[in-house]
């Protein structure tokens, strides 16, 4: 009796362990792409070390400043050695039509990122895909705060669109070395 309550106690301890073990601690506030976060040092640098093709457009310089802050963190430009291109269709579509008046009540903006990661030293294009992504808007009887509206859902799309091109381009980068 006496050795199976130690032999209890002793496997009680051990799945506490296990449990402690699987557990993991990171700062809420560390930067994207830090070894705090579980990215490697490694990969960081190579996400900072692409260069993002300037933008002339507005929703194209959101999504080219997401860009860089996304892949960066916030930090400088390391030597180049990939480029990123990107080419962006938007679309705007009603969403929500009120009944018996014809009006949109609600509008959808589509954005679609065609981006291509070109290695610079050689012209290999590492990666090439297209991005989908979707933001809704309220209509409303005043212009300005539908045009504000408009640009807040192109924002947001933007930054969704950064985020999936981040991801995926860190999934080729893991996948060419």
């Not at 993991?24 to 506030?29: A, K, L, T």
């Not at 509206?149 to 933007?158: G, I, L, S, V």
Request: net charge positive; glycine share 6%; proline share 3%.
């Amino acid at each position: 009796m006496w050795s199976s309550d130690i032999l209890r106690r002793g496997a009680l301890l051990l799945a506490v362990a296990g449990l402690v073990a699987a557990c993991q601690v990171r700062p809420v506030y560390a930067p994207t792409g830090s070894a705090a976060m579980g990215a490697s040092p490694a990969m960081a640098t190579e996400l900072a070390s692409i260069a993002v093709e300037a933008q002339t457009d507005r929703l194209g310089q959101a999504l080219m400043n997401e860009l860089i802050f996304q892949l960066r963190g916030g930090g400088a430009l390391v030597a180049p050695k990939y480029r990123l291109d990107l080419i962006l269709t938007i679309r705007v579509s009603d969403l929500a039509i009120r009944a018996r008046e014809d009006i949109p009540v609600a509008k959808l903006v589509s954005l679609t990122a065609t981006y291509t990661l070109t290695e610079i030293a050689t012209g290999r294009v590492v990666t090439s895909d297209n991005v989908y992504t979707t933001s809704s808007f309220d209509v409303s009887s005043q212009r300005y705060a539908n045009v504000r509206a408009q640009q807040d859902a192109e924002d947001r799309a933007a930054r969704a669109a950064a985020a999936d091109i981040r991801l995926r381009l860190s999934s080729a980068l893991i996948g060419k070395g």
